[in-house]
Structures are given as structure tokens and as C-alpha cells.
């Protein structure tokens, strides 16, 4: 039956899918319908932008190639962590003063709209708001993050500076001796969340297809012909919802970021004295590090611990390796404590590392480029998308409205990218090694 909810049978190596909640279950699309919206991905950006414009009485079909939260919102380390790698000031220049002031006010209050937001909609995902870490890993990194804090707290942010002791007593990881702790930050179950979204838009009427990958998209008259394998539906409005897993389906857009990959393990639920000293208080935690090291528990206290990698497969060149050797750096007291699970999903990198929207014809909008922040920002995203749908005037959106623009180097970054993670755990092995002295 269409748009049901039942037990899934979904990859048995991505840890979510052991502790998510019931998956709705969609058809695949066939025939031809019509609707004001379609949109295409089903991840967070695309459930949350099919709920927004549901909710405000269109009629929409969200088309996803595989199932809800296929691609990296039901693989993501689900940490919601509420502020740019870049200062207000920075995102000015980058960005031009009126749409950054936007983007400020609106980022400040991103986690607590996601929290509202999976309260209002009584999504159930495992969502704990006990604040983020984010710890500096070398003396320059202290510096860029020290300066990053003092203009957030100037734009209102919640962060205070931690030092020495308080990291530790903070963290339970003497690996850091500088870190910010983001009161608002906190984890969700990320496939839960993702399936609540989409649960929330089929409760508003919203059409949902699994098992549809899009092959076409063609006008048709004023509006737009979006076919799959075994059906089509015509709209006036397309929206864009693929991120990382976006194929060449519109020209271009694949070419507008650079892939990469970040993978997880699972370890086996800690013991509660392991729990005293690792992340007490359920703290997340995100480091300075160009592979990113970061750790979250779960809703059974198992620890989640993340870096960059290579390919899907964890395994890929080392990965696992590498997270278990990060594992005991930053947590030694961990010992042995058995690994249950490994997985990685692709993320979309944008040369400034923020995110996109672009509208590359009329009728048609993407938003993608989370770089690797995208618990809070999809959400920011798709009530961004929702609101342009509608009609809003670009001036009022959080997001330029920017033209499609390919990277540069995309073809021999999209080569080398599996190497990328191991190149960048040397180099971050080497500022330890040089702070070291
Ligand atoms: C391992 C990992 C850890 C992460 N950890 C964090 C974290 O802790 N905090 C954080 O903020 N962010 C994190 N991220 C990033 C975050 O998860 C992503 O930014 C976010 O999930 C992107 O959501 P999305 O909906 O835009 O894209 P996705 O969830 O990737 O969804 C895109 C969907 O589009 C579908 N699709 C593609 N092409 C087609 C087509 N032709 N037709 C139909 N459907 C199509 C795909 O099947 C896929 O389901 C992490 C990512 C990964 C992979």
C-alpha cells in the first residue's frame, strides 16, 4: 500500500538503521500525475522542503531514487552544530552584508528550530540537546577558533571558551587542551528525523515515491515534465534535493561541488563508569583536525565516532583504521571496546564550504553544498526553498540566491577524493607533531 508505515529492510552495516524508527513505505511511482511541487531527493533537505510546502496546502510528489534517507541523512554522525566555520564578518565579505546579517540571525536560531520543529511534529528520534564541543587540535586551529568564538558571542551566539582542565572535565578526552562549548548543539537519531519529516508531509498530504530515480526533466509548456522508469509528473515547479548523491540529472549541478565522504563506527553500548568519563553529560563533540574527528553517543550509549574517508565502504584505503586509531586518541580509555558497525555516505564540499541555492531556470530550484553541516542547515535550507517556492522575495531568504558555478578542478578532485582522507590525517598528524616541538 502507498504511503503506509512498516518495518524496512534497509542496509544492515549503517548502524541507524538498527535503532530507527518504522520507515514509511512508499510505492514507486507509476502513471502520470500532476502537482504545484516536485521535489526530488528524499533526504532531509528534500523531506523537510516537501513538509514545509505540504503544510502550506500545495499539492506536492517527492520522488526518491532508493528509499527516505537513502543518501547521507540516514548515515550522518547526526549532530546538530549551529554555526559556519566562517565569522559574521567573513560571511559578509563572502556574501555581501545584507544577505550574511540574514544568515546570522537565522543560523543563531537553527538548533532551536530543528529541536521545536521535532517537537511540533512529535517526531521521534532520539533527540538530545545537551550541547557541542568543539575542540581545537593544534596551536593554529586554537587561534582560528579563539577569533571564531569572539565574533559569534559578538553576534549573540551561545559559546563559552574552555581551557585546559575544563576541556577534559567537559569531554572526558585529554587530546585537547582549547575547545568551544555551543550550548544549543545536540544529536538526533538522523534516519528517525528523516523518516519523521517525511512521515509529517504524507500526514499534511503529501505524495511521496520511493524506488523513482529521475531520469528526465524536460518543459512542458509553462511548467516542468520530471519522468522516472515507470512514470511522469508534470508541475510547475521542480525543486532539487540530492546533495551529495546529485547525478548529471541537470546539467552542471553535480559539477557545483567537490564529493566527498565521511564515515562512522559504532561501538557497543559503554558501560555506565566508560560513561562517566567519556562525553560525561552527552556532550557532542567536533574537532579542528582536516579529517574531522567527532563523536556522539546514541540513544543506547553507544559512542558514534566519525572522520573523513574514502568511499562508502568504510573500509576503503584504510578507513576503519583510521577511525579506530582516532578512537583511541581521543578516547584511550575506551580500550577494547568492541566496534559493531562501520559506514560512510557522500557529502557536497563547496569551495567556501557553504551551501547553495540556486534557481539555474525558472521553475527551478536546488539546494545542496551542506559541507558536511547539514543537521541544522537542511532544515534552514528547505523552509529557504518552501518560502522562494511560494513566492518570497530573494531579500528576505538566508541563502543568495546564487548563479551555478563549476569548481574549479572538479574532474581531478573528483579523481582524487578517496585519497583526500588519508592525505589529510598525515598532515593533521604533522601539526601535532610540529606543536609538539
Ligand atoms: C557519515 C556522515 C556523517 C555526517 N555527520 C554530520 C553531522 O554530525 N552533523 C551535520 O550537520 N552533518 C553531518 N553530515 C552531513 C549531513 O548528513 C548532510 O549534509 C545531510 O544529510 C544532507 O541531506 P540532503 O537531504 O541534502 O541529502 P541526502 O541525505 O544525501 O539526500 C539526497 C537524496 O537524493 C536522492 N537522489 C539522488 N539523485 C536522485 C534522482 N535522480 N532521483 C531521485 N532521487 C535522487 C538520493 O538517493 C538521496 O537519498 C554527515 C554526513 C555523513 C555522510
Not at 324 to 338: A, S
Request: charged share 20%; proline share 5%.
Amino acid at each position: 500500500m502507498a504511503n503506509s508505515v512498516s518495518a524496512n529492510d534497509a542496509p544492515a552495516r549503517i548502524h541507524w538503521h538498527r535503532t530507527a524508527t518504522p520507515a514509511p513505505v512508499c510505492d514507486s511511482l507509476t502513471g502520470e500525475l500532476t502537482a504545484d511541487f516536485i521535489v526530488i531527493g528524499g533526504g532531509l533537505t528534500g523531506t523537510r522542503t516537501a513538509l514545509g510546502l505540504a503544510e502550506e496546502g500545495a499539492s506536492v510528489v517527492l520522488l526518491e531514487a532508493r528509499e527516505i534517507g537513502y543518501g547521507a541523512s540516514g548515515r550522518s554522525g547526526g549532530q546538530c552544530n549551529p554555526i559556519w566555520r566562517k565569522t559574521p564578518d567573513e560571511l559578509s565579505t563572502l556574501l555581501g552584508a545584507d544577505v550574511a546579517a540574514r544568515l546570522v540571525e537565522t543560523t543563531l536560531g537553527s538548533a532551536d528550530a530543528l529541536f521545536e520543529d521535532i517537537a511540533r511534529y512529535g517526531i521521534e528520534c532520539d533527540a538530545e540537546q545537551n550541547g557541542w564541543v568543539q575542540a581545537a587540535h593544534s596551536g593554529h586551529a586554537r587561534q582560528t577558533m579563539s577569533a571564531l568564538a569572539e565574533a559569534w558571542i559578538a553576534a549573540g551566539a551561545d559559546i563559552r571558551v574552555l581551557e585546559g582542565a575544563q576541556v577534559q572535565a567537559a569531554t572526558g578526552s585529554s587530546a585537547y587542551d582549547f575547545a568551544l562549548l555551543h550550548a544549543k548543539g545536540g544529536f538526533v537519531q538522523p534516519l528517525s528525523l528523516t523518516r519523521g519529516f517525511a512521515r509529517a508531509a504524507l500526514g499534511f498530504g503529501a505524495q511521496l515515491y520511493e524506488s523513482s530515480p529521475v531520469r528526465g526533466i524536460v518543459r512542458d509548456g509553462a511548467g516542468w515534465r520530471v519522468s522516472t522508469d515507470q512514470g511522469a509528473v508534470t508541475a510547475p515547479q521542480v525543486i532539487l534535493t540530492t546533495n551529495g548523491y546529485t547525478d548529471d540529472l541537470w546539467p552542471g549541478l553535480r559539477q557545483t561541488f567537490y564529493p566527498m565522504v565521511s564515515i562512522s563506527l559504532a561501538t557497543a553500548p559503554l558501560s555506565d563508569n566508560l560513561q562517566k568519563t567519556v562525553l560525561p553529560g552527552a556532550v557532542t563533540i567536533s574537532d579542528s583536525r582536516r579529517a574531522i574527528y567527532y563523536a556522539r553517543y546514541d540513544r543506547d550509549r553507544r559512542l558514534i565516532f566519525g572522520c573523513i574517508g574514502s568511499t562508502e565502504t568504510a573500509a576503503t584505503l584504510g578507513g576503519v583504521a583510521r577511525l579506530r586509531r582516532g578512537l583511541r586518541r581521543v578516547f584511550p580509555q575506551l580500550g577494547e571496546t568492541p566496534v559493531e558497525a562501520s559506514w560512510g555516505g557522500k557529502i557536497a564540499v563547496t569551495p567556501k564550504m557553504m551551501p547553495h541555492l540556486h534557481e539555474p531556470a525558472p521553475g527551478v530550484l536546488a539546494g545542496l553544498g551542506f559541507s558536511g553541516r547539514g543537521i541544522a542547515m537542511t532544515s534552514v535550507m528547505g523552509r529557504s526553498l518552501v518560502r522562494k517556492a511560494l513566492g518570497a522575495a530573494e531579500d528576505t531568504l538566508p541563502f543568495a540566491v546564487s548563479a551555478m558555478e563549476r569548481v574549479p578542478l572538479h574532474w581531478a578532485a573528483t579523481k582524487l577524493a578517496p585519497l583526500a582522507a588519508p592525505a589529510a590525517s598525515l598532515r593533521d598528524r604533522m601539526d601535532e607533531l610540529l606543536d609538539k616541538g
